[in-house]
């Protein structure tokens, strides 16, 4: 029931998020867009009402409990960023906003981005390892959750992770295709060669 739940969370997420930018870039109804971006976060609220019944009720913790602190954590942390994502997008599209800046692919503008993302899982592990302490200390019985401690030692090794993976875009920044002189599809630029040619 709670897995399903969860998977239901995410669809409404996406649902609701659609519809508040349609309504407002394509039927110019700012109110009911902002009234419908409000609403997101109560999808993690319902959520999280769900998981505390159901272990209230003296459910054993198990997986589905520490996926659904991890889910909310994620939200929340990256919530914000997936509604800039999608909004940039529907601007561009239906009201001519600019084209959407994609992510720097090369250097250490990329190693940035990078760090970006690695302190917004760090973020989202934070919540989640959170919310299962608390669930720890309001069950306080170690016979059922077990699961609990097994997914704070989860979240922490996913933050770790992204956490190594944007040190080595520092360390090892990622170079443009082909080298200097080449755009940022490794081609070569044009310019070079005329220059190179005396034809300038």
């Not at 659609?18 to 409000?38: D, G």
Request: proline letters at 4%; hydrophobic letters at 50%.
């Amino acid at each position: 029931m709670l897995i399903a739940l969860i998977v239901g969370c995410e669809i409404a997420f996406w649902v609701i998020l659609v519809l508040a930018l349609t309504a407002r870039y394509v039927f110019r109804l700012r109110r009911t867009s902002t009234a419908l971006l409000v609403a997101v976060p109560l999808v993690d609220v319902v959520l999280l009402v769900a998981t505390v019944v159901d272990l209230s009720n003296g459910a054993t913790a198990d997986f589905k409990h520490g996926l659904s602190a991890a889910y909310i954590g994620f939200s929340v942390a990256y919530g914000h960023y997936l509604i800039k994502w999608a909004d940039a997008r529907f601007a561009h599209r239906f009201a001519g906003g600019p084209a959407p800046v994609k992510p720097p692919k090369y250097g250490m503008a990329r190693a940035a981005h990078e760090w970006k993302l690695a302190g917004m899982t760090a973020v989202a592990s934070g919540i989640s390892a959170g919310l299962l302490q608390l669930a720890i200390w309001v069950i306080d019985d170690s016979s059922r959750t077990d699961a609990l401690s097994s997914w704070q030692w989860r979240m922490g090794l996913v933050a770790g992770i992204n956490a190594v993976i944007a040190l080595t875009y520092t360390l090892w920044p990622k170079e443009r295709p082909g080298g200097p002189g080449h755009d940022s599809d490794g081609q070569r630029d044009p310019r070079i060669d005329k220059y190179l040619s005396g034809k300038h």
